[in-house]
């Protein structure tokens, strides 16, 4: 039987730690849905048609290591509006969910649109301004610069009519502005632990 742990989310609002924890903790495999729209997001800046490169994603794709870039992120953001690219991920993204031996995805629409009968459903969510010095922390440049991308992705995300952010409604948010990762891991390991 399968188990499903959808973990939504902001940008830089540590998803990501959050996820690898804890699909190490309980054996999951673990997929970073962002990932996918950035490799997508990267096609259509080399020129590529936004729905075939969504299409025609392999998994060598998520490799590349420029995905991790602040551009690669609005490039991103911009095909994650697009409802052709968001339906064309659809089905991986869903049998990933099947894994058999349970399964975390990370991103904005797992637990309201891929993953509704997700067993456990996750929002993290942390202030503009601590989320975008984590980044900095990260990628370095300007802050003021980095707090302003992570707004504007924050906007689209949020506004889009399509798969917007937002918690499902039977999530339980996690505020990590005050928490340290360990105590959010923490928390997060708790709930898991309780459903299964
Ligand atoms: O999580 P990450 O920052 O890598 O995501 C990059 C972008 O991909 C997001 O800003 C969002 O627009 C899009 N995305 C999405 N749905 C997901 C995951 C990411 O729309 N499930």
Same mark, same amino acid.
């Given at each position: ?22 699909s ?21 800046a ?6 075939? *490169? %969504?299409?025609?994603? &392999?998994?060598?794709? /998520?490799?590349?290591?420029?995905? $991790?870039?602040l551009? #690669?992120?609005?490039? !991103?953001?911009?095909? *994650? %509006?697009?409802?052709? &690219?968001?339906v064309? /991920?659809?089905?991986?993204?869903? $049998?990933?969910?099947l #894994?058999?031996?349970? !399964?975390v995805?990370d991103?904005?629409?797992?637990g ?13 969510? #942390? ?34 009519a ?8 039977d999530a ?23 459903k299964?």
């Amino acid at each position: 039987m399968s188990f499903t742990v959808a973990i939504d989310g902001p940008a830089a609002a540590g998803k990501g730690t959050l996820s690898k924890a804890v699909s190490k903790h309980f054996g999951f495999a673990h997929l970073d849905t962002g990932l996918l729209y950035r490799a997508v997001g990267a096609k259509v800046a080399e020129g590529q048609d936004p729905f075939r *490169a %969504a299409e025609e994603l &392999v998994p060598e794709d /998520l490799l590349r290591p420029d995905l $991790r870039t602040l551009g #690669a992120g609005q490039a !991103a953001s911009r095909v *994650a %509006a697009l409802p052709s &690219v968001r339906v064309a /991920l659809v089905d991986f993204q869903r $049998r990933f969910a099947l #894994a058999a031996e349970g !399964a975390v995805l990370d991103g904005r629409d797992i637990g309201t649109v891929i993953c509704p009968q997700a067993e456990v459903k996750l929002f993290v969510t #942390a202030s503009a301004e601590v989320r975008a010095h984590r980044r900095w922390l990260e990628v370095g440049g300007d802050e003021a610069q980095v707090l302003a991308e992570v707004r504007e992705r924050d906007e689209r995300d949020m506004n889009r009519a399509d798969a917007p952010l937002r918690p499902a409604p039977d999530a339980h948010l996690l505020d990590t502005s005050e928490l340290s990762i360990d105590e959010v891991v923490a928390q997060a390991i708790d709930l898991i632990a309780a459903k299964r």
